[in-house]
Antibody, heavy 120, light 108 residues
Framework: QVQLVQSGAEVKKTGASVKVSCKTS????????ITWVRQAPGQGLEWMGW????????????KFQGRVTMTTDTSSDTPATTAYMELKSLRSDDTAVFYC?????????WGQGTLVTVSS | DIVLTQSPGTLSLSPGERATLSCRAS???????LAWYQHKPGQAPRLLIY???NRATGIPDSFSGSGSGTNFTLTISRLEPEHLAVYYC?????????FGQGTKLEIK
């Protein structure tokens, strides 16, 4: 059974960066992709982008271009098991729950979510 | 970008009733790549429907999806208290893979 386990809650100052991890078990996610989605308090789901764990290709939402970096721990001889999403230059309106999910579109397996709180 | 508009914003129905949720796209969704998710507070979203009309693994047949082009519908045939949630549509036919703003389903 596929499981995605994310890192714990973070509290950051405005202007700082945060890096959230997403560890998969029950399968090797290469050549799957990992999508990142966030939900601000009282708001809906917002698609941030995805990373292809096989070739490292990324596709970011225009809104996050230049501030977000998605990576995996893929090495040449072992399947990737962990994905990362780093968001830089944090603002107060980046306060949200961040989710990772397996696949690109129609994601059936999700992490539990990571709350990132940004304050001054 | 494709904008998905869901209606109604809130739907309040009684157990046993049928719920019909709408998702309209600002332009045609390529390949019918439209998904529906159920999202309960404190939980991760749950995939219900993919490809507009295909139920995801383990999803009961009380959930059904239909539509094509720019108009899509999620139907819950017999409401139960556990269906209380926010439901989102998402198109993944073209980037960015946008979500609708959600429909909150209340059970009377």
């Amino acid at each position: 059974q596929v499981q995605l386990v994310q890192s714990g809650a973070e509290v950051k100052k405005t202007g700082a960066s945060v890096k959230v991890s997403c560890k998969t078990s029950g399968h090797t996610f290469s050549p799957y992709s990992i999508t990142w989605v966030r939900q601000a308090p009282g708001q809906g789901l917002e698609w941030m982008g995805w990373i292809n764990a096989f070739n490292g290709k990324t596709n970011y939402a225009q809104k996050f271009q230049g501030r977000v970096t998605m990576t995996t721990d893929t090495s040449s001889d072992t399947p990737a098991t962990t994905a990362y999403m780093e968001l830089k230059s944090l603002r107060s309106d980046d306060t949200a729950v961040f989710y990772c999910a397996r696949g690109v579109g129609a994601m059936s397996s999700w992490g539990q979510g990571t709350l990132v709180t940004v304050s001054s | 970008d494709i904008v998905l508009t869901q209606s109604p914003g809130t739907l309040s129905l009684s157990p046993g009733e049928r719920a019909t949720l709408s998702c309209r796209a600002s332009q045609s969704v390529s390949g019918g790549y439209l998904a529906w998710y159920q999202h309960k507070p404190g939980q991760a979203p749950r995939l219900l429907i993919y490809g507009a009309s295909n139920r995801a693994t383990g999803i009961p047949d009380s959930f059904s999806g239909s539509g094509s082009g720019t108009n899509f519908t999620l139907t819950i045939s017999r409401l139960e208290p556990e269906h209380l949630a926010v439901y989102y549509c998402q198109q993944y036919g073209s980037s960015p893979h946008t979500f609708g703003q959600g429909t909150k389903l209340e059970i009377k």
